[in-house]
């Protein structure tokens, strides 16, 4: 069975502080797929980042980076300079390989970190 | 290119009522996903498709539950007998066969009154 755990239910920061939003999952798969997601009041989940299990180079976009460590079974997400924009749910998400296609399936969905930026 | 999208965005019923709700992936996405998320929760997965053919359901997919893709298109998620514990955001997804990406609708708010 897969399981992602969000330890943190809600963060509060000011504007421009950076922020650090924490993921460990759970799964036997030798090769897997680990995402964020972003929701925001709208309630429409916007896709972030995907990492597979065999690249653990850690990833920067723009104010975003990402620090993959299989060895803690951790995906961190880490947001530099947050802005209220950033204000959301931020989902960690894992998904195992399909068995036909060898790409990714269903994904088991952590419960969810709700950051708050004000100003 | 439009994205996932999802009628309707909001549809309440009462106890015992029959709903379905439909789909539309993004053009060309051959495998498409149903999440069902209740307050305060992340998505848990009901069932998804590739092409036409359902491949996967999630014991989450009672027998009241019913899903169709007939031409590898737009899906429908049917609901028969709806139940208060029913109530949820209904998210679709979809995704290329050779990708590892979903990419999620504005899902459908059920309340069961």
């Known amino acids: 069975a897969q399981k992602v755990t969000q330890a943190q239910t809600e963060i509060s920061v000011v504007e421009k502080e950076d922020v650090t939003l924490d993921c460990v999952y759970e799964t036997r798969d030798t090769t897997y797929y680990l995402f964020w997601y972003k929701q925001p009041p709208s309630g429409e989940l916007v896709f972030l980042i995907r990492?597979?299990?065999?690249?653990?180079q850690n990833e920067i976009s723009g104010r975003y980076s990402w620090n993959f460590q299989k060895s803690t079974s951790s995906f961190n997400f880490t947001i530099t300079a947050s802005q209220v924009v950033d204000s959301a749910v931020y989902f960690c998400?894992?998904?195992?390989?399909?068995?036909?296609?060898?790409?990714?399936?269903?994904?088991?969905f952590g419960t969810g970190t709700r950051l708050q930026v004000t100003l | 290119d439009t994205g996932v999208s999802q009628d309707p965005r909001h549809k309440i019923t009462k106890r015992g009522q029959n709903v379905t709700f439909r789909c539309d992936p993004i053009?060309?996405?051959?495998?498409l996903y149903w999440y069902r998320q209740t307050l305060g929760q992340g998505p848990e997965f009901l069932t998804y498709?590739?092409?036409?053919?359902?491949?996967?359901k999630s014991r989450l997919l009672s027998d009241r539950f019913s899903a169709e893709r007939p031409k590898g298109s737009f899906s429908t998620l049917e609901i028969q007998r709806t139940e208060q514990g029913d109530s949820a955001m209904y998210l679709c997804a979809s995704s290329l066969l050779r990708s590892d990406t979903q990419y999620f609708g504005p899902g459908t708010r059920l309340t069961v009154l």
């Open positions: 990492r597979n299990s065999f690249d653990e």
């Open positions: 498709f590739q092409n036409e053919a359902q491949l996967e």
């Open positions: 998400a894992l998904s195992g390989q399909g068995k036909n296609t060898g790409t990714a399936s269903k994904l088991t």
């Open positions: 053009s060309e996405h051959n495998r």
